[in-house]
């Protein structure tokens, strides 16, 4: 019995000495809440945004604006039902300052609203949904990486400078698709094209045959696809099959070919897609943190991992101009708003809506990258209609 | 549209369905003849993929390669797996309720999809074709098509006729067309019923495994492939009626055809088209359109 009570009165005594532990660390560190997929398809976005997040903060000696960190974690599991109970946890459990997250734009959409509800500052390090930045925006919630949007219009613009005056577009009925297709309309209008066929098919079929067939009919000049992961590699196969990427060119935002080459192998060769970041891009702070990231988590940065580390950025802008005192949420917003943030794809600043304004790259797939061809759109903002703040 | 386009946009729909119906086979004989609610069928599609994709650079190494070397030994693997989950799983739930059967069979979906993230990763993969069927024949001056895609249907064909021929002429046939419909009275007259149901278990599942390795140079390999199947192979069985191989191989033709035409000519609506089939065939016919049993 005294044996057990002797236990149990050390496990107690541990017990206090850790609150008494954290409680002294909190008052000093900022409280860094991540909200990204651990499990699921897209774990391993989830794992590079995180990475990415930390190789900077690591850069400044554990602090960003002279204040060490806790971080504190949830898997969301690109579950969008789950969205508000995952982000109520790090907000009113772990009393976060700052909420990074996530990659799927449905999830991304519920934690945009209890974000704004609750004044919470948000960094979105992937999810491109339109609507974020647009009729939801606030000057809590910024966005480190892309607005669907933005590829799809640079895509349009280098369409209709090569000559494609009636295109196809084919997606999944979903939207990030529309999205992506809707930017990629307004680019070709403005170099002179125009989209005489929208196909669609509901989200996740991969039964394209059909609709393949009917490009082959049409016979339009180009056609531009939004897919990606599975959908993406058997899309860009089964056009190459069809044999129509002999005679009609196939264009698409990066996600088509991002991740995906291994398994796309030939029929992948040669395709030209847009994105904020490529293979290849001579650029010193590319260099540098490519020779860093591998160094530290021993594989391959992709445009995952630069824009968790530019989220780390971006955050780290504010809090020096605050000095670490996030309660002065004003002057660490506007801080953030003006920043020149130097982004391993390049420098980038951010619109008023708070979406980086960023030059969108053209690239050519060639073995297994995708190699920068040069700037497709320079410094693109995306006009986020329905913004007021 | 015109007649040319027409053809092709038939053979696309024929191409599918035949693809459906390989699938949907195993899951028809699954259900129709042991009873059970398999959703873990899906998954025995996705497995098939990925040992199309895994075995392929092992059998390339060990035996000198080979698409057919390879499925071989799938084929082989999915019996003898098949087998030990009908011994190890699947024979507890014949007496039990849908409910039980739901619920250990989804149970198997989430080991199934844990094991493949743990053992092969979450990227996408891709499959190669064996090489002399990699190239593709040209469909009039519209377009081309890809050989593997023709070969593929002309193996789903011969399946049909075979699963036909083994049911409808042979005494193993028989006795599972015995079990199906009464159980005691088949064993009464010296049918072994356990061992009948292993073997149509293990059946079914190397369908599936077969299905999925037959796919997988067409459909890639990336995880969640096998929910999506598992959904559209459902409504083939509901439609064509439970336990029916002549109704699968009709409904999947349906399914076929409602998915591809649907998608060209009313896209707003091609989500929900098969979805909407099923149900006025199920008014006409509540008991879908062969009921074998």
Redesign the interface.
């Known amino acids: 019995m005294t044996v057990r009570r002797n236990a149990l009165a050390r496990v107690t005594l541990a017990a206090a000495l850790c609150v008494v532990a954290v409680g002294a660390g909190a008052q000093s560190r900022i409280r860094i809440g991540f909200m990204l997929p651990y499990t699921?398809?897209y774990?391993?976005l989830g794992t590079a945004i995180e990475n990415g997040f930390r190789l900077y903060v690591q850069e400044k000696g554990g602090k960003l604006g002279g204040r060490e960190l806790e971080y504190f974690k949830v898997d969301d599991e690109s579950e969008p039902s789950k969205a508000v109970d995952n982000i109520n946890k790090l907000i009113k459990r772990d009393n976060v300052d700052v909420v990074v997250g996530t990659v799927h734009s449905g999830v991304v959409m519920a934690m945009a609203k209890v974000a704004k509800d609750t004044n919470t500052l948000l960094v979105i390090p992937n999810a491109g949904a339109r609507a974020v930045t647009g009729p939801m925006c606030a000057p809590n919630i910024f966005r480190s990486s892309f607005s669907n949007w933005q590829p799809g219009y640079a895509m349009g613009k280098v369409a209709g400078e090569r000559g494609a005056k009636k295109v196809a577009t084919i997606t999944w009925?979903y939207a990030a698709g529309n999205e992506s297709v809707e930017g990629f309309k307004d680019g070709l209008k403005a170099s002179g094209g125009e989209v005489v066929k929208e196909?669609?098919?509901?989200f996740?079929?991969?039964?394209f045959?059909?609709?393949?067939?009917?490009i082959?009919?049409t016979k339009p000049d180009a056609v531009y696809a939004f897919f990606a992961?599975?959908g993406?590699?058997?899309f860009v196969?089964?056009y190459a099959?069809?044999?129509?990427n002999k005679t009609i060119p196939l264009y698409g935002p990066g996600f088509l070919t991002d991740?995906?080459l291994?398994?796309?192998?030939a029929a992948a060769q040669g395709m030209l897609t847009t994105l904020h970041y490529a293979d290849g891009l001579d650029l010193p702070k590319d260099k540098a943190f490519r020779a860093d990231y591998s160094k530290t988590y021993k594989t391959n940065p992709d445009v995952y991992a630069v824009q968790g580390y530019d989220a780390a950025q971006m955050l780290d802008a504010g809090f020096t101009a605050v000095k670490g005192d996030v309660a002065r949420r004003k002057e660490l917003v506007a801080a953030i708003e003006s920043a020149h943030i130097d982004s391993p794809r390049g420098t980038f600043t951010l619109s008023k809506s708070h979406d980086p304004v960023q030059d969108i790259y053209l690239r050519k797939v060639i073995g297994n990258e995708n190699r920068v061809e040069g700037v497709a759109v320079k410094a693109l903002a995306d006009p986020s209609p329905g913004c007021r703040m | 549209m015109d007649f040319a386009i027409f053809l092709v946009q038939c053979l696309n729909a024929v191409q599918y369905g035949l693809l459906l119906f390989l699938v949907a086979s195993g899951l028809t004989l699954i259900f129709g003849i042991l009873g059970v609610i398999n959703l873990a069928h899906g998954s025995f599609y996705m497995i098939g993929a990925y040992l199309a994709y895994a075995l392929a650079p092992w059998v390339g190494a060990h035996l000198g390669g080979g698409f057919f070397t390879a499925l071989a030994i799938g084929l082989m693997l999915s019996v003898a797996f098949g087998y030990l989950l009908e011994w190890g799983f699947v024979s507890y739930l014949y007496e039990r309720d849908h409910l039980q059967q739901v619920l250990m069979t989804y149970g198997l979906i989430l080991v199934f999809e844990e094991l493949r993230s743990i053992l092969v990763g979450d990227d996408v993969h891709g499959v190669a074709p064996p090489a002399w069927l990699a190239g593709s024949v040209p469909l009039g001056h519209v377009m081309t098509y890809p050989v593997y895609r023709l070969f593929m249907s002309g193996v789903c064909v011969a399946v049909a006729l075979g699963l036909y021929a083994i049911i409808a002429r042979t005494r193993l046939g028989m006795a599972i067309r015995a079990g199906a419909t009464n159980r005691e009275m088949a064993q009464s007259l010296g049918v072994d019923i356990r061992l009948l149901y292993r073997i149509v278990f293990a059946a079914g599942v190397t369908l599936a495994v077969f299905a999925g390795m037959i796919a997988a140079p067409v459909s890639s390999v990336y995880p969640g492939m096998g929910n999506q199947v598992l959904i559209i192979s459902f409504v083939v069985v509901v439609i064509g009626g439970i336990g029916s191989i002549r109704g699968a191989l009709l409904a999947s033709l349906l399914v076929g055809f409602a998915d591809t035409f649907g998608k060209v000519f009313i896209p707003q609506t091609a989500g929900i088209l098969v979805y909407v089939l099923m149900a006025a065939i199920l008014l006409w016919r509540p008991e879908g359109l062969f009921r074998t049993g």
């Open positions: 699921g398809t774990a391993a009925k196909l669609t098919l509901p996740p079929n991969v039964e045959q059909a609709l393949l067939t009917e082959a009919a992961g599975g993406a590699v058997k196969k089964d099959a069809a044999g129509l991740g995906t291994e398994a796309q192998g």
